[in-house]
């Protein structure tokens, strides 16, 4: 049986943690006209009703542009991601854990496209979870490439033996 091979070392896994932060500040960028918005709603909140349409249309303006910002981002960090992954022999949906996996990527996908939720750090959370499931993994093969190693000796050294006991009783002749 042949050693597994660890896949995402530490520095991998800290360069991947550092590009999915980029791309979770990146996503920030949407989030800067919500207190501009905040601001007219309020100071035009209180002419009765041209201040709620002002005020609502700002905040829903800020809204769709903190979505159509961040929506971009989203659709180029994931597969980024995933493409760095795949290529360290890590593939996000694949392995144990796969119904884990799946539903953490939508979770986090999901949250890229609601408006303030998404300046959670949703592409980091997932670069970390599939860091950690890929440890794990590691850590499985490598404690059944052991099992087999110690069963393997076993094997070997009751073969040895009754080598040697096939000897002496050949000598013994």
């Known amino acids: 049986m042949k050693r597994p091979e660890k896949n995402i070392f530490g520095i991998d896994a800290g360069m991947m943690i550092a590009t999915a932060q980029i791309f979770d500040t990146l996503q920030l960028g949407g989030k800067m006209f919500y207190p501009i918005a905040a601001f007219v709603a309020v100071w035009t909140g209180w002419v009765p009703l041209f201040g709620q349409i002002i005020g609502s249309t700002v905040i829903g303006a800020a809204g769709a542009f903190d979505v159509a910002f961040s929506a971009p981002i989203a659709f180029l960090s994931y597969p980024t991601l995933w493409l760095w992954f795949t290529m360290k022999r890590e593939a996000p949906l694949s392995g144990e854990f796969l119904t884990r996996k799946f539903m953490l990527f939508m979770a986090c996908f999901i ?63």
């Not at 590691?138 to 059944?144: A, F, G, P, V």
């Open 111 to 173: 949250i890229s496209f609601i408006p303030l939720l998404n300046a959670l750090p949703d592409i980091t959370v997932w670069t970390i979870g599939n860091i950690l499931f890929a440890q794990h993994q590691y850590k499985q093969r490598m404690l059944s490439y052991k099992k087999a190693e110690r069963e393997e000796h076993v094997v070997l050294e009751e073969r040895r033996k009754a080598l040697i006991a096939q000897y002496v009783d050949y000598a013994k002749n």
